[in-house]
């Protein structure tokens, strides 16, 4: 069998290159190419850890302190905590790349009937993998980034009215900043049915919005106070809603908490 080994360390350098710079651009870490490049060569010359003679968990431990390695020559080394993270998105995005890779192969390059799979003479060769693994991790990149400017705009919110409380994913929405006319108090949105078949003893109050589909009024309750990221928040009214909110949230956050500092 003969094994290429210059082209081995080209294909894992390109690898060990593309998963450095995602990782650093997902975590937007401040960093230069030419430690990604110094960084993807050592992760290069660390093939021939392969034709070391031991067992599989000697090769896997020496495969992590080169993981390791190549973490503190791209990101340098700040703490214990910053190089685990790095760490971690490192394996989480190769992992991913791996299983794409792994796919298009047995996608393209094998048949099977059933669970019995066997080659079909056609190979996904190296050149096309090395085409197909940078429009991965880029599409990577876009949905991490995507994802977290969605998710750091939800907060768990928690609501008392004397003994009850209700808790529910709040979502911060710009474009809530209803307030009451009267007392000027900012209004929190919530679900109708967390409030159907709750006796919180409070009077309703009727505040009148505008929306693009028309004018309206919203029930709205003075609770006894809220809690949003650990702090007690008082002056704040909670407007129900038979609006069908998505993605597990039941509740929309007054523009209000931001400028008060609490979001």
């Not at 709040?170 to 967390?194: C, E, Q, R, Y």
């Amino acid at each position: 069998m003969i094994i290429y080994v210059d082209l081995i360390f080209f294909i894992n350098f390109a690898y060990d290159f593309l998963l450095l710079l995602t990782v650093g651009i997902v975590l937007k870490r401040k960093t230069n190419i030419y430690r990604h490049l110094l960084s993807a060569t050592f992760g290069g010359l660390s093939i021939f850890l392969l034709f070391l003679p031991g067992n599989e968990y000697l090769i896997f431990g020496l495969k992590l302190i080169v993981s390791v390695i190549m973490c503190l020559i791209s990101f340098k080394y700040i703490s214990f905590r910053y190089t685990l993270n790095n760490l971690s998105y490192l394996y989480m995005t190769s992992i991913i790349l791996a299983g794409f890779l792994y796919y298009l192969d047995t996608k393209f390059s094998y048949s099977h009937q059933g669970l019995v799979f066997f080659f079909n003479g056609i190979s996904v060769n190296y050149l096309l993998l090395m085409i197909v693994a940078p429009i991965i991790l880029v599409a990577y990149i876009i949905s991490s980034k995507k994802l977290k400017s969605t998710y750091n705009l939800y907060y768990h919110l928690e609501i008392y009215f004397d003994d009850l409380k209700i808790s529910c994913l709040a979502l911060f929405d710009n474009g809530n900043n209803l307030k009451d006319p009267l007392t000027k108090k900012p209004v929190i949105i919530i679900s109708k049915k967390l409030l159907k078949g709750t006796n919180h003893n409070r009077d309703p109050m009727y505040i009148p919005y505008n929306t693009v589909s028309g004018s309206s009024v919203m029930k709205c309750y003075k609770p006894s106070f809220i809690i949003l990221n650990g702090k007690k928040i008082y002056n704040y009214l909670v407007g129900e809603s038979d609006y069908r909110f998505s993605d597990g949230v039941e509740g929309l956050l007054n523009v209000k908490l931001m400028e008060d500092k609490y979001v």
